[in-house]
């Protein structure tokens, strides 16, 4: 186990995100590089920003709409499953995902 995370300049300068968007990158970067392919829900990852609901959904928010975290929705058996990506390169061919997904109740919007 690392006792670092290594995060690339571009989320730092220049993706244009506030500090609680960075502070919340640097720790979903954490999680994925820790665990690789790990099963985790959103309110983990809420609980591990130590952020209230608010602060976390507007931090998850400009995460996602600039691109950095994606999302896709998946139906299996019943069952809506999400996965999300986290972008680590700000180079669209070399860009690297990590998936994480998690299984949620029929018809339960997660954000």
């Not at 506030?18 to 820790?34: C, E, G, R, W």
């Not at 983990?44 to 995460?63: D, I, N, R, V």
């Not at 691109?67 to 860009?95: F, I």
């Not at 995902?97 to 018809?107: D, G, H, R």
Request: charged share 30%; net charge positive.
């Amino acid at each position: 186990m690392n006792d670092y995370t290594k995060i690339q300049n571009f989320v730092l300068f220049k993706a244009g995100l506030s500090s609680k968007a960075i502070v919340l990158y640097m720790k979903l970067l954490y999680l994925f590089n820790l665990e690789k392919n790990a099963k985790i829900d959103r309110m983990h990852f809420k609980y591990l920003s130590g952020y209230g609901e608010t602060a976390f959904k507007k931090a998850w928010k400009e995460l996602k709409t600039k691109g950095l975290v994606t999302q896709t929705k998946k139906r299996d058996c019943g069952k809506l499953t999400y996965e999300y990506y986290l972008k680590t390169s700000p180079h669209e061919e070399a860009e690297i995902i990590t998936p994480l997904s998690y299984t949620t109740k029929k018809n339960k919007t997660v954000n």
